[in-house]
């Protein structure tokens, strides 16, 4: 097609559309690049899980690939030293404040930190770093939706379908290691006016959201 561009991709040169983004351009064309809080569509991309870095010929360090547009003749690297280690390090931090029962949880084997592990050959639980558990209560409150946050790693997928497809009580509170996805006022979710319309659990990439 006219409107295509042309790049390279770990030496398999596709098409892409003008202005589109490496991650997507990948992915549509079985590349496989980590990521978690990346979604189609979405802008700006808040790039807050640093998984999904690439290396680009002619720049000076990785970036990641849900912020960076193709251009035509683009040359990428999605596996290097480089880019291994910085995936490798969010990965580990992701995981040491991530309550980890993979056998008893409903997303097993549909979980994409579990995917991510397997693809880039990574450990669930690391062992360079202490575990962080914040022993956080578990919200059952709701009729259809259970929600752990210990298990949340802060993509913001609900946040962005209950504001589509629900009521909009989920959103982001206070920084840091203390930030979580929450109501308002933490209201419990039962209280809070959802509509149990459970498209922030089927939006969950992990087992943070579930359906009861």
Not at 69 to 78: L, P, Q, R, S, Y
Not at 86 to 113: Q, V, W, Y
Not at 127 to 146: F, G, Y
Request: charged content about 25%; glycine content about 8%.
């Amino acid at each position: 097609m006219a409107d295509r561009i042309k790049i390279t991709i770990d030496g398999k040169e596709i098409e892409a559309a003008p202005g589109e983004k490496i991650l997507w351009a990948a992915l549509d064309n079985d590349i496989y690049i980590p990521h978690l809080c990346a979604g189609r569509g979405v802008h700006p991309p808040s790039a807050s899980c640093r998984l999904c870095f690439v290396e680009i010929e002619g720049y000076a360090q990785p970036v990641p690939s849900c912020t960076q547009e193709v251009t035509g003749g683009m040359v990428i690297t999605t596996r290097s030293d480089r880019v291994d280690r910085i995936i490798g390090t969010g990965f580990e931090m992701i995981m040491s404040n991530h309550r980890t029962d993979c056998k008893a949880c409903p997303k097993n084997r549909s979980c994409e930190l579990q995917k991510i592990a397997r693809e880039r050959k990574l450990r669930l639980k690391p062992p360079r770093l202490p575990r962080l558990d914040r022993d956080l209560p578990v919200d059952d409150s709701a009729a259809a939706i259970k929600h752990d946050p210990n298990k949340c790693v802060l993509c913001g997928h609900c946040i962005r379908a209950c504001r589509e497809k629900g009521v909009g009580v989920l959103g982001f509170a206070r920084r840091g290691f203390e930030r979580v996805v929450t109501t308002f006022n933490g209201a419990p979710l039962g209280e809070s006016g959802c509509n149990n319309c459970t498209a922030c659990a089927l939006a969950c990439p992990v087992g943070a959201l579930t359906l009861k």
